[in-house]
């Protein structure tokens, strides 16, 4: 099987996929193209969230010839996408259906087609709105050929729900060491995917942006408003770009132990809160100073 670092390098604008690059995270406007000043304006609004690559449709064979020749000239890449969705009728025949091996061999007429214009700058993916046929394909694929893979899951519903869905999905495709860049598809504001994406690549420990949150549940021990606490750091920590791991506890009975491995943590008690670097007791301060004295110790790491 060919692995994320062992797929073929590909240049897109001023991002390399593939070869081990960084895992890329893609978006698409959603907005009407003749209308430039709107598609621009969510272009750049996406690229200030955080995303790297937008790309664009070709239509059918004969034009694909003539992009192919463009694409050489300017050394630009071109993205098969096969979709669960649409794929042609003569191989849902020919293997009874939907499955991974018409999606794979839906991909390689396409890759056959490009390989006989001597194009070679191609990224596939191989989308379904169901995970388990996403995973099969892009594992199937990803045994065949060393063609960097865009991993989603497509359709994947509205905020939550898709949110779940398309990190179900992507975390079992990317945890098989397949995917050279990924989009979340939501029902929703482009930019949630992006904040979606990344949370996704941070989880998996793929790539690091910035801070991640560490927070408990709550339970019986739990004496200070924890939930709006946690929210209220997210909030005020989002736009820190080193790398930081923050907790936020409960209880200082369990708190600065279990997430001792935090740079910086706050754990709550009764009326009152700690402070704790890397596991260490800092400062203990009353529980309407909380945030605050936080945010001051957490400024003196930055
Ligand atoms: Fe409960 Fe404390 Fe654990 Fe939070 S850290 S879940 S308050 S025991």
Redesign the pocket.
């Known amino acids: 099987m060919y692995t994320r670092n062992e797929t073929k390098i590909i240049n897109i604008g001023g991002v390399q996929i593939g070869g081990g690059n960084p895992i890329a995270i893609q978006s698409m406007t959603n907005t009407k193209t003749h209308d430039v000043e709107a598609t621009v304006n969510q272009i750049l609004t996406l690229e200030e969230a955080g995303c790297e690559i937008n790309p664009g449709n070709i239509g059918n064979s004969e034009r694909v010839q003539k992009v192919v020749e463009k694409a050489k000239a300017y050394h630009i890449p071109i993205r098969i996408g096969v979709n669960s969705g649409s794929v042609e009728k003569v191989l849902l025949e020919q293997y009874g259906g939907v499955c991974a091996a018409a999606m794979v061999e839906s991909a390689k007429k396409h890759i056959d087609l490009l390989e006989g214009m001597d194009f070679t700058d191609i990224v596939v993916s191989l989308k379904a709105s169901t995970i388990p046929l996403a995973i099969e394909a892009y594992t199937l694929f990803a045994k065949k050929y060393a063609y960097p893979l865009h991993v989603g899951i497509t359709e994947a519903g509205t905020l939550y729900r898709g949110t779940v869905k398309s990190s179900a999905g992507l975390g079992a495709i990317l945890s098989r060491d397949i995917g050279d860049t990924i989009r979340v598809s939501l029902s929703d504001d482009p930019v949630q995917e992006i904040e979606c994406a990344r949370a996704v690549l941070q989880s998996l420990e793929l790539r690091q942006f910035g801070v991640e949150i560490i927070s408990?549940?709550?339970?019986?021990?739990?004496n200070v408003d924890?939930i709006g606490l946690a929210k209220q750091v997210e909030e005020r920590t989002k736009h820190i770009t080193k790398p930081l791991k923050i907790a936020v506890?409960?209880?200082a009975?369990?708190?600065p132990g279990?997430a001792k491995e935090a740079d910086i943590g706050v754990?709550?008690g009764r009326g009152e809160g700690l402070i704790f670097k890397k596991g260490e007791i800092v400062r203990k301060v009353k529980e309407n100073e909380l945030l605050e004295v936080f945010m001051q110790e957490l400024n003196q790491i930055l």
């Open positions: 408990c549940p709550t339970c019986g021990r739990t924890l506890m409960g209880c009975v369990n708190g279990e754990a709550g």
